[in-house]
């Protein structure tokens, strides 16, 4: 049973109940906080597991539990999500993409709560590709390192709680989508991977505000909000967050009130996100800003 037969498979069934027939698949799933996207074991998606023993556990002590996937290479399955949100939405920069061929052959598309929709394709075994986040386009892209939320868990928004639901099954046939070819099209101006002095053993916010520090002009608001959500996705407070790179955003020429608001839009936007060590997490990824992107990210 791949994906698409799961997720139609689990229609009016409760997340314990989806767990178990993910589980039963052999797609490794793992618990988030009821209505939300936090995971609630200690390693987060590192977690995840398809014993039935194990996910009956879980779903036993946390019955209400939302279900997280990882993506990539450990499922299987990269997601293509496309962020709405108030005023923005991700939605025309996918049509760009459509147009240009380069999202076709996906498997099953699911209408987020907050009206945005995750594009799942199968994942490359030969070739696989890590997460990125395009805040220029909204769109971001889901595969090793990260996860996202599954149906039929809800969130908790303004007006009232809304659930992830499966919105179409592929009629034709799936193909991975070139994640890298993808951002290339809806945001050709993403940070770009910068030469760094060896840093081993210095802690991830330390190499993280290195970074931010030696942005340029053009690249600096996008690449200290990528820096933000890296860390709070990693478990630091908002405050943490701006103490360890507000003042090397200064030093990038970057105004205090533009990085304020920067961060605190990176927080509202990874603040859902895995909680736990940097460095354990973090460790023998690529520099940050790379095209390929790091983890972990969620949707």
């Known amino acids: 049973m791949d994906i698409a037969e799961v997720l139609m498979s689990t229609n009016r069934l409760t997340t314990r109940d989806t767990a178990l027939v993910f589980a039963r698949a052999g797609i490794p799933i793992f618990p988030c906080v009821r209505d939300g996207k936090r995971p609630l074991t200690p390693a987060g998606f590192n977690d995840a597991s ?4 194990q996910v009956g556990a879980w779903w ?8 997280g996937m990882p ?6 399955v990269d997601v293509v999500d496309i962020d709405v949100a108030h005023t923005i939405s991700g939605f025309d920069a996918f049509a760009r993409a459509s147009a240009a061929g380069l999202v076709d052959g996906d498997l099953a598309r699911v209408r987020t709560p907050s009206g945005g ?16 986040q395009s805040a220029a386009a909204h769109i971001d892209f889901r595969g090793n390192g990260g996860y996202v939320v599954v149906p039929p868990s809800t969130l908790l928004l303004e007006n009232g709680r809304v659930g ?10 799936s193909k991975p ?4 070819a993808l951002r290339n099209l809806v945001d050709p101006h993403a940070p770009q991977a910068k030469s760094r002095p060896e840093t081993a053993g210095v802690p991830e916010p330390t190499r993280l ?7 340029q002009e053009g690249e600096r608001n996008s690449g200290l909000f990528w820096a933000a959500c890296r860390l709070t996705e990693a478990g630091f407070t908002p405050a943490a967050v701006e103490a360890a790179l507000a003042p090397a955003a200064q030093s990038a ?5 533009e990085i304020t608001a920067t961060i605190r839009s990176a927080n509202r936007r990874a603040a859902e996100g895995p909680h736990g060590r940097p460095e354990s997490q973090w460790r023998d990824r690529t520099s940050p800003g790379s095209r390929q992107g790091d983890g972990p990210c969620l949707a």
């Open 209 to 215: 505000a290195q970074w931010v520090g030696r942005l």
């Open 60 to 67: 036993a002590r946390w019955p209400g539990a939302n279900i």
């Open 50 to 53: 398809c014993d039935i023993d």
């Open 164 to 173: 992830y639901r499966l919105v179409t099954l592929s009629a034709s046939g």
């Open 177 to 180: 989508v070139d994640a890298a």
């Open 117 to 132: 929709m995750h594009i799942y394709f199968p994942a490359s075994a030969a070739h696989p590709q890590r997460c990125w």
């Open 71 to 76: 993506t990539g290479s450990v499922s299987g």
């Open 253 to 257: 020429g970057l105004p205090e009130t």
